[in-house]
């Protein structure tokens, strides 16, 4: 069984299950009072799903909580063959690295702090569920031993989500561990609760573009595909998300569930990101739908 520093330090943090003890509903990030001594752990399948929700590091970041970040697979299968000419599998791997590590200094995370695990894909660039995948998961998690660990929805449209998504629950239940679960909602997310919101405003929002932007193949790919950036791809989505929000109701700062208002759409509220969270302890995983009912 690990021991991480949460289950010390849950009392200091305003935690989503006990803030909202009745039941789900949203309440803002930084409502949570998240204190410094909390570690995270970024497990992103993919180089740039760190940068979906930069916003939200990035505040963590200032506060002094410390941030790892594992990105798991390649990504080689997500870049365009117009955009890498005659490059091969390892050509392709090291050019998505090589743009995440910029990003990572954009954002200024250090070398220290990232690592690419390049775990087993099958042959159509999917991440495989096998034993030398879970292994090397687990092995990171031990070393890590974070409290908060950020990672896709398992309800979502990417292979790969879902796979992160349950490899990190049979480790969790196996190795019995303590940790938060912040469940990010991506563009390929299907449906999921909008628990935990990170509000923020233009400002932000271009700085986040910018880092986004380092990932050049993914912004050419959606541009190809789409016709817009991927930097436009995730800021629509954080666009649609804190409308959605504010307009169920549910964000209104410092208010019980049941007495909460509509807070106005305001500059400030313009973008958001969000999650769905989960409560591992020692092992046992709850949910607020779940404390809920
Ligand atoms: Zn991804």
Redo the contacts with the bound molecule.
């Keep these: 069984m690990q021991q991480t520093g949460l289950a010390h330090h849950t009392s200091a943090m305003r935690s989503p299950f006990q803030a909202f003890p009745e039941g789900p509903a949203s309440c803002r990030f930084e409502e949570l009072e998240v204190p410094p001594e909390l570690s995270v752990l970024v497990l992103?399948?993919?180089p740039?799903?760190f940068d979906v929700i930069a916003v939200t590091l990035r505040r963590l970041r200032q506060e002094g909580n410390l941030i790892h970040l594992a990105v798991l697979t390649s990504g080689a299968s997500g870049v365009e063959p117009g955009f890498c000419l005659g490059g091969d599998w390892e050509t392709r791997s090291e050019l998505r690295e090589h743009e995440q590590r910029r990003s990572c200094r954009f954002f200024g995370l250090p070398e220290a702090n990232f690592e690419f695990l390049r775990l087993n894909e099958d042959q159509a660039g999917h991440l495989t569920g096998d034993e030398d995948n879970l292994e090397r998961i687990r092995t990171c998690l031990a070393d890590r031993a974070p409290d908060i660990v950020f990672l896709?929805h398992g309800n979502d449209t990417?292979a790969?989500?879902r796979r992160t998504y349950y490899m990190l629950r049979q480790i969790a239940a196996f190795s019995e561990l303590t940790l938060m679960t912040f469940l990010v909602r991506?563009p390929k997310t299907i449906e999921m609760r909008d628990e935990v919101v990170t509000f923020f405003a233009q400002e932000e929002a271009d700085w986040k573009a910018e880092l986004m932007r380092f990932h050049e193949s993914q912004q050419h790919r959606n541009l190809n595909v789409r016709g817009y950036g991927f930097d436009e791809r995730i800021l629509r989505l954080n666009q649609e998300t804190a409308a959605r929000v504010l307009a169920s109701g549910q964000a209104e700062e410092s208010a019980s569930p049941q007495e909460a208002t509509p807070a106005a759409a305001s500059p400030d509220n313009a973008f958001a990101e969000s999650f769905e969270v989960e409560l591992w302890e020692e092992g046992r995983p709850s949910t607020l739908a779940y404390r809920a009912g």
């Design positions: 992103a399948p993919h740039d799903d896709p990417n790969d989500h991506d």
